[in-house]
């Protein structure tokens, strides 16, 4: 709990002065608006905000759990061929690059406008720092474990299930986290390059309307998706990894 | 002969030969770390490798392990001479104790039998007995981050006797440990090899350490054996007379000329 204080304390401070500027200056609403503006406006679209919430959470989450399955695959599939490792590793890197948002018009035209483009946005804005994290992580094994393996009958697949594997386990969850705070970006990434619901569109659709108070509302709703995703991880971490948080290292 | 626990082993230690280095040559960055070893450690003997750090003492146990091979020279283990069988005969104990913080003490133990293919539960009852036997009842179920140094080096031993091979190699097991703890694990494993008979390589720093656990006793310096010794000290009183003894003192004396 004492690592709670510090930063909620900020937090309440930082939108303590700008209530006060917002109101001292009399900026208007629709310029910029209040903390107790943009509370308000998430009172009176609660409706509205929920379900585009849910659908934005849902391409959050399922893209999420793509990346996921398919930068472990990878990461596995680098792990044993030193060969593709060579030869892919370099180009993942490189297509880091790319920026996503101008993938995102690209994959809707290519994937129509429903979940799907939202997926693939999510999954390709996550995956990175899971697969170069896992496969870090993979490669990190004790070189002295692996040669007792061998002296007790492991074989290498032996030797990824009980050594390589659990080893790597807090480098993956290290690159999970991180992974999981990109998501909610990918996912209005890929709303914005065309949606008819979602958090993503709501903002779209306030921008006009100047709704500022609105569209904060869906930022900050967003940032709970987000923090979710990144608490469900954190979580999941500990139940997995429980060796590492009994200060084992020390 | 003691009834060892693992059925699966007393076939295959009894009537094989032991270990042997013939004219062993290794070159490792341009350097010989070994230059011309001979070495012949019969069954169920225990061979003591002593010398300084870079000694090639570390060399010549991954070389007998099947991990490495000789440049020139051959290395047999039970009359076999192929990296794979002396792989299938050697179980290795490293420096480090190497236990996995994500496995209790008797899982890290089972490791081998795992290995091998046995379902965990009955890897882990054929391994109980042992931590029993062993005077490490108790701790089965603690995390290896909740042993001290010398119980972790005794469950890192049981893991390498549970491998059910016939020989052993064990790299200085006891040099991390203060000394009053690495006595008493000289004793714990004197008697663990008594109830456990297996073919011993026991590489250390610690000349006494070698002329107590072993038969034979061999200097290694910049590469070659130096120095044989061979151990025929009474060895059972208490440790105080066995290394007062003048037999004893005498033998230390001729390993550390050798080591100079």
């Known amino acids: 709990m004492r690592r709670v204080w510090p930063p909620s304390l900020l937090l309440a401070a930082t939108v303590g002065v700008w209530e006060l500027v917002v109101r001292a200056a009399g900026v208007p609403d629709y310029l910029f608006p209040a903390p107790t503006a943009v509370a308000s406006a998430l009172r009176a679209d609660a409706g509205l905000l929920g379900r585009a919430a849910l659908v934005t959470a849902r391409e959050v989450a399922l893209g999420y759990l793509l990346a996921v399955a398919f930068a472990l695959a990878l990461a596995v599939l680098l792990h044993f061929s030193a060969a593709l490792r060579r030869a892919l590793l370099p180009i993942l890197v490189l297509s880091q690059t790319v920026p996503t948002v101008v993938l995102a018009p690209v994959l809707a035209i290519l994937l129509g406008y429903g979940i799907a483009p939202k997926l693939v946005v999510v999954a390709i804005v996550c995956f990175f720092p899971i697969v170069v994290n896992a496969v870090d992580g993979l490669r990190a094994t004790d070189a002295e474990l692996v040669r007792m393996m061998r002296t007790l009958h492991g074989g290498r697949l032996a030797i990824f299930r009980r050594v390589e594997l659990p080893g790597a386990l807090p480098a993956?969850?290290?690159?999970?986290?991180?992974?999981?705070?990109?998501?909610?970006?990918?996912?209005?990434?890929?709303e914005w390059a065309g949606s008819s619901s979602g958090l993503g569109f709501v903002m779209l659709q306030a921008q006009p309307a100047l709704a500022t108070g609105r569209i904060f509302a869906a930022v900050l709703v967003?940032?709970?998706?987000?923090?979710?995703?990144?608490?469900?991880?954190?979580l999941t971490e500990r139940v997995v990894v429980p060796w590492e948080r009994k200060g084992a290292r020390a | 002969m003691s009834q060892s626990i693992l059925e699966a082993d007393t076939a295959a230690v009894a009537g094989i030969s032991g270990v042997a280095l013939?004219?062993?040559?290794?070159?490792?960055?341009?350097?010989?770390?070994?230059?011309?070893?001979?070495?012949?450690?019969?069954?169920?003997?225990?061979?003591?490798?002593?010398?300084?750090?870079?000694?090639?003492?570390?060399?010549?146990?991954?070389?007998?392990?099947?991990?490495?091979?000789?440049?020139?020279?051959?290395?047999?283990?039970?009359?076999?001479?192929?990296?794979?069988?002396?792989?299938?005969r050697c179980a290795l104990?490293?420096?480090?104790?190497?236990?996995?913080?994500?496995?209790?003490?008797?899982?890290?133990?089972?490791?081998?039998l795992e290995n091998q293919g046995l379902p965990r539960a009955e890897a882990r009852r054929r391994a109980a007995p042992l931590f029993e036997r062993l005077g490490l009842a108790g701790a089965e179920r603690l995390s290896p981050a909740r042993l001290s140094g010398g119980m972790r080096q005794r469950v890192a031993f049981l893991r390498t006797l549970l491998a059910g091979k016939e020989v052993l190699l064990l790299d200085e097991p006891f040099g991390a440990l203060d000394a009053?703890?690495?006595?008493?694990?000289?004793?714990?494993?004197?008697?663990?090899?008594?109830?456990?008979?297996?073919?011993?390589?026991?590489?250390?720093?610690?000349?006494?350490?070698?002329?107590?656990?072993?038969?034979?006793?061999?200097?290694?310096?910049?590469?070659?054996?130096?120095?044989?010794?061979?151990?025929?000290?009474?060895?059972?009183?208490?440790?105080?007379?066995?290394?007062?003894?003048?037999?004893?003192?005498?033998?230390?004396?001729?390993a550390l000329e050798a080591i100079e």
């Open chain 2, 93 to 112: 104990m490293p420096q480090r104790d190497c236990l996995l913080p994500w496995r209790t003490a008797l899982d890290n133990a089972c490791l081998a």
């Open chain 2, 180 to 254: 009053i703890t690495r006595a008493e694990l000289q004793q714990w494993l004197a008697a663990a090899l008594a109830q456990e008979p297996r073919t011993v390589l026991l590489v250390t720093h610690d000349v006494e350490e070698a002329l107590l656990l072993c038969e034979q006793v061999v200097v290694l310096a910049a590469g070659r054996v130096t120095a044989a010794l061979d151990v025929d000290v009474p060895r059972d009183g208490p440790r105080r007379e066995v290394v007062t003894n003048p037999g004893f003192v005498e033998l230390r004396e001729r």
């Open chain 1, 222 to 234: 967003l940032c709970a998706i987000a923090l979710g995703l990144y608490a469900l991880v954190a």
């Open chain 2, 22 to 88: 013939q004219g062993v040559v290794r070159v490792l960055g341009g350097k010989h770390v070994l230059d011309g070893v001979d070495l012949q450690v019969p069954v169920r003997g225990r061979l003591g490798i002593v010398g300084r750090s870079g000694a090639g003492k570390s060399t010549l146990l991954s070389l007998v392990a099947g991990l490495d091979d000789p440049d020139a020279g051959t290395v047999s283990v039970g009359g076999t001479a192929s990296a794979a069988a002396r792989l299938a």
């Open chain 1, 172 to 190: 993956i969850f290290s690159g999970a986290r991180i992974a999981a705070t990109y998501a909610a970006v990918g996912a209005i990434f890929g």
